[in-house]
């Protein structure tokens, strides 16, 4: 099965930081991934979708790229609503897996 | 307006079955994609199961041989039956549409313990 490896695990940033938060398949997916927001006691929610389009209603300043292996969530100007943990998901195929998470924090 | 309801949680001895509900409104459930997603208390989100609109199932090795995903065209719901559960299924279970999920439900908090 395909492994999805985040890093961080954590960080922490001011506000108006450019954030980067990275997810690498142990396989390539094409663009077959998603990003997710979930903030403390919430439910998650899809960020990005295809790797790089944009749920409706997410702020601009979220921003996907990447295909095959590599992929990069960018939060251009970080703000106090980001405080969240964020997680990517593969679903070319079964089993979707989720990385295991980055929690980002403001300094 | 898509909305996706679980229920079915709750406190369960080891070893006991649970069948859990995500009844929906706003789209039909046997058209999609449907997910169950779980989250133990303060970890990572997992994904356990899918199941197609074309009625093909797969699971997460953690649970394969212990849950079944299914659904009931006649009420709109998806079901995740759990047989023989351990102390490391205790989580909240969100069932999800579409793949990757574009709509969550609230959860519902499934606890196994003695």
């Known amino acids: 099965d395909i492994q999805m490896t985040q890093s961080p695990s954590s960080l922490s940033a001011s506000v108006g930081d450019r954030v980067t938060i990275t997810c690498r398949a142990s396989q390539g997916i094409g663009n077959y991934l998603a990003w997710y927001q979930q903030k403390p006691g919430k439910v998650p929610r899809l960020l990005i979708y295809a790797a790089s389009i944009l749920q409706s209603g997410v702020p601009s300043r979220f921003s996907g790229s990447g295909s095959g292996t590599d992929f990069t969530l960018t939060i251009s100007s970080l703000q106090p609503e980001d405080v969240a943990t964020y997680y990517c998901?593969?679903?070319?195929?079964?089993?979707?897996?989720f990385g295991g998470g980055t929690k980002v924090e403001i300094k | 307006e898509v909305q996706l309801v679980e229920s079915g949680g709750g406190l369960i001895q080891p070893g006991g079955s649970l069948r859990l509900s995500c009844a929906a409104s706003?789209?039909?459930?046997?058209?999609?994609?449907m997910s169950w997603v779980r989250q133990a208390p303060g970890e990572g989100l997992e994904w356990v199961s899918v199941l197609y609109s074309g009625g093909s199932t797969f699971y997460a090795d953690s649970v394969k041989g212990r849950f079944t995903i299914s659904r009931d065209k006649s009420k709109n719901t998806l079901f995740l039956q759990m047989n023989s559960l351990r102390v490391e299924d205790t989580a909240v279970y969100y069932c999800?549409?579409?793949?990757?999920?574009?709509?969550w439900g609230q959860g519902t908090l499934v606890t196994v313990s003695s």
């Open positions: 999800g549409r579409e793949r990757p999920l574009f709509h």
């Open positions: 706003g789209f039909t459930v046997s058209d999609n994609y």
């Open positions: 998901q593969k679903y070319n195929s079964a089993p979707l897996t």
